[in-house]
């Protein structure tokens, strides 16, 4: 059973700094891509930040230059590092993990965390 983790977020003010982690959890063989995702309140679910497993990323252009994603392929954990958060940073951050398979024959299946709130005061 593929379970995500995720710890981290909460309340902040603005210009300080949070960082999320992800744990994905039970017979993992491979992840390809990791990532976070955000939603606020009366809005769509949208992409943070992925990394692949070779650690190429892609970040969303609100967050450039502010937010930073990693992984730790041994660990099978995905970090989100944020910094200078703005109040429209908040929102239920998600951890994603795409293309993981629990065999080398398995197919690959996305899977989500139940997510986490990121608070940002003015």
């Known amino acids: 059973q593929v379970q995500l983790v995720e710890s981290g977020g909460g309340l902040v003010q603005a210009g300080g700094s949070l960082s999320l982690s992800c744990l994905v959890s039970?017979?993992?063989?491979?992840?390809?891509?990791m990532g976070w995702y955000r939603q606020a309140p009366g809005k769509q679910r949208e992409l943070v930040a992925i990394?692949?497993?070779?650690?190429?990323?892609n970040y969303a252009d609100s967050v450039k230059g502010r937010f930073t994603i990693s992984r730790d392929n041994g660990k099978n954990t995905v970090y989100l590092q944020m910094n200078s958060l703005k109040p429209e940073d908040t929102a239920v951050y998600y951890c994603n993990a795409d293309g993981v398979k629990e065999r080398v024959w398995s197919a690959s299946q996305a899977y989500w965390g139940q997510g986490t709130q990121v608070t940002v005061s003015s």
């Open positions: 990394v692949t497993g070779r650690g190429i990323t």
């Open positions: 039970g017979s993992i063989f491979s992840i390809n891509v």
